[in-house]
T-cell receptor, first 113, second 112 residues
Framework: KAGVTQTPRYLIKTRGQQVTLSCSPI?????VSWYQQTPGQGLQFLFE???????NKGNFPGRFSGRQFSNSRSEMNVSTLELGDSALYLC????????????FGQGTRLTVV | AQSVTQPDIHITVSEGASLELRCNYS??????LFWYVQSPGQGLQLLLK??????LVQGIKGFEAEFKRSQSSFNLRKPSVHWSDAAEYFC??????????FGKGTSLLVTP
């Protein structure tokens, strides 16, 4: 069974630009969560989608948004990029919403210059 | 406030020695508890989880963890460490349908 796939693996963007990251969950998993990992703040929850609906949201500005498609694939968008948005963005998939077993992808490394 | 604490930022152990990584949490209810491992440049791999039942749980790669309600702890152990265990280890907590709350992580260095 294929794992969680995140694309692209690496991105370099300029301040002010926007970026879209993609996550394909494990087949059959309907919940996708996104996390931001930085050396200073550690792993922080961004949001969770289940059945195309945002179920939970972390404490991030509105520049961070996401969506989920009918096939459970999810995208995360960050608009008006700031230097502080440089981070590893991790996607996790679960069978259902809530604190069930979460499987993580390898992440997308975003660098904002 | 709800929190997850991993008191040790760095730990160094000799190959073959035993390992214990500490994790303490502060939550009103008994949470779901997880340990993840992350190798450089990689995502997180689930080592083990505790939802309920037996307080000693076995995971992959020879790891185990013990849930102690009275101490609000969920420490990770391994009897004999291998050089390939060098990585970052994260304790995570989840409560009632919300996101995972991660500790800051413990970086494990294994010496020959």
């Amino acid at each position: 069974k294929a794992g969680v796939t995140q694309t692209p693996r690496y991105l370099i963007k300029t301040r002010g630009q926007q970026v879209t990251l993609s996550c394909s969950p494990i087949s059959g998993h309907r919940s996708v969560s996104w996390y931001q990992q930085t050396p200073g703040q550690g792993l922080q929850f961004l949001f969770e989608y289940f059945s195309e609906t945002q179920r939970n949201k972390g404490n991030f500005p509105g520049r961070f948004s996401g969506r989920q498609f009918s096939n459970s694939r999810s995208e995360m968008n960050v608009s008006t990029l700031e230097l502080g948005d440089s981070a590893l963005y991790l996607c996790a998939s679960s069978l259902a919403s809530g604190n069930t077993e979460a499987f993580f992808g390898q992440g997308t490394r975003l660098t904002v210059v | 406030a709800q929190s997850v604490t991993q008191p040790d930022i760095h730990i160094t152990v000799s190959e073959g020695a035993s390992l214990e990584l500490r994790c303490n949490y502060s939550y009103g209810a008994t949470p779901y508890l997880f340990w993840y491992v992350q190798s450089p440049g990689q995502g997180l791999q689930l080592l083990l989880k505790y939802f309920s039942g037996d307080t000693l749980v076995q995971g992959i790669k020879g790891f185990e963890a013990e849930f102690k309600r009275s101490q609000s702890s969920f420490n990770l152990r391994k009897p004999s460490v291998h050089w390939s265990d060098a990585a970052e280890y994260f304790c995570a907590v989840g409560v009632g349908g919300y996101a995972l709350n991660f500790g800051k992580g413990t970086s494990l260095l294994v010496t020959p």
